[in-house]
């Protein structure tokens, strides 16, 4: 009843020679059946042909994979088709699944990777639906026409609707500073855009983890989704957020330890909302092990202490010059549970973090000094 995978736009980075097909087998009738065959093709290529010999009860269903794999390597469109013919099958109209493949020029990156779109160049922010954004980097806008409905555009600043969207992006945080965004003006609502990360070989690194920001301010806030492409298939929905969360930046922390020996390449999903108050944005993506999450530091001169600690730690910030401190702790799922904001500090600064009344774990402080950012991992037992 289903072609599973693969399916939607994959770069050609992903090692496509051999890609497996996998369907799923649903038995919608009365009786238990045995040995199903089952066949596909690409494009105008052979019928691949072959058999499940096992059994599928009444409203049962089984994930087949063809043993038989097929090369995608290719950069252009495949048409797939699959299909079962159960012999005594008297209906034959709901036995097909097609499904078209878009292979995309894609690049590879290596471990670890850190982007905050600063090189990049800027796109317009007009309300039309039809623009198309080129990224850098090996990141990719999908086509508009043939995968989505919108791009993600590089901007600075305030996007042109208020009250929606950032006035400054995450880093470095100021006005003059690039992120991606996702413009709603009518008629850009209700739309989706995808954008695909370079592919990275997460065996490179020990414990990878996704961290990212993201900003969605607007009363007709959509939805944004991280989705995970692996050996021959889509992961959809790892990582899910939506509605208003106010004019501030977030960040996600998520665990890629499924998925860490393989390559993989990583889709932001963005949709918007019903009108547009909805202009959602991106910015500070990292994949890096989550033993060196304290290595993203971009300023030096801070100390957590103790660490691993029973959940109240001291933060020590050493020569500050009239700096404006704040800071924020995320725990796993990329959850703001405290936020604080010392103002303008002078000299050596120590506070206290406390995060007692939480489960023990991994947490995430992200230290911001002037707009610079320090992400350091924080250990409650």
Request: include cysteine; proline fraction near 4%; charged fraction near 10%.
């Amino acid at each position: 009843n289903s072609l599973l995978s693969p399916t939607g736009s994959i770069p050609n980075c992903m090692g496509l020679g051999t890609t497996s097909v996998k369907i799923n087998l649903y038995n919608a009738g009365v009786n238990s059946i045995t040995g199903i065959p089952v066949y596909y093709r690409v494009n105008s290529g052979p019928i691949i042909s072959e058999n499940y010999a096992g059994t599928i009860t009444t409203l049962g269903n089984f994930v087949f994979t063809f043993t038989t794999t097929t090369n995608l390597s290719s950069v252009g469109s495949y048409v797939i088709k699959a299909w079962a013919k159960y012999p005594s099958d008297v209906n034959v109209t709901n036995d097909t699944s097609v499904t078209t493949v878009n292979v995309i020029a894609g690049t590879t990156s290596a471990l670890p990777l850190t982007e905050d779109f600063e090189t990049f160049a800027l796109c317009s922010t007009a309300a039309t639906c039809t623009l198309v954004c080129g990224l850098g980097n090996g990141f990719i806008n999908e086509n508009s026409i043939t995968s989505d409905q919108h791009d993600w555009r590089v901007s600075q600043g305030s996007t042109p609707s208020t009250p929606t969207g950032p006035d400054f992006d995450f880093v470095p945080g100021t006005a003059a500073g690039n992120y991606v965004y996702l413009e709603s003006s009518v008629p850009c609502t209700s739309l989706t855009a995808n954008m695909l990360s370079p592919c990275v070989n997460l065996s490179t690194i020990s414990n990878p983890m996704l961290n990212f920001a993201y900003h969605m301010y607007g009363t007709d806030m959509g939805s944004l989704y991280v989705d995970i492409f692996a050996n021959g298939s889509w992961t959809n929905n790892v990582w899910f957020m939506s509605g208003n969360k106010g004019n501030a930046w977030f960040s996600a922390n998520i665990s890629l330890a499924t998925w860490a020996s393989d390559i993989v390449t990583i889709r932001w999903r963005g949709v918007t909302g019903p009108n547009f108050l909805s202009d959602m944005a991106l910015d500070a993506i990292n994949i890096v092990s989550s033993t060196d999450i304290k290595n993203l530091t971009q300023i030096t001169g801070a100390t957590v202490y103790p660490n691993p600690g029973n959940g109240e730690f001291n933060l020590a910030l050493n020569g500050l010059t009239n700096t404006e401190v704040s800071y924020s702790v995320m725990d796993i799922s990329g959850r703001e549970i405290l936020r604080s904001n010392a103002g303008a500090k002078t000299g050596d600064f120590t506070t206290t973090i406390n995060i007692q009344d939480f489960a023990a774990g991994v947490y995430t402080l992200m230290l911001k000094r002037d707009g610079k950012i320090d992400y350091i991992k924080l250990c409650k037992y």
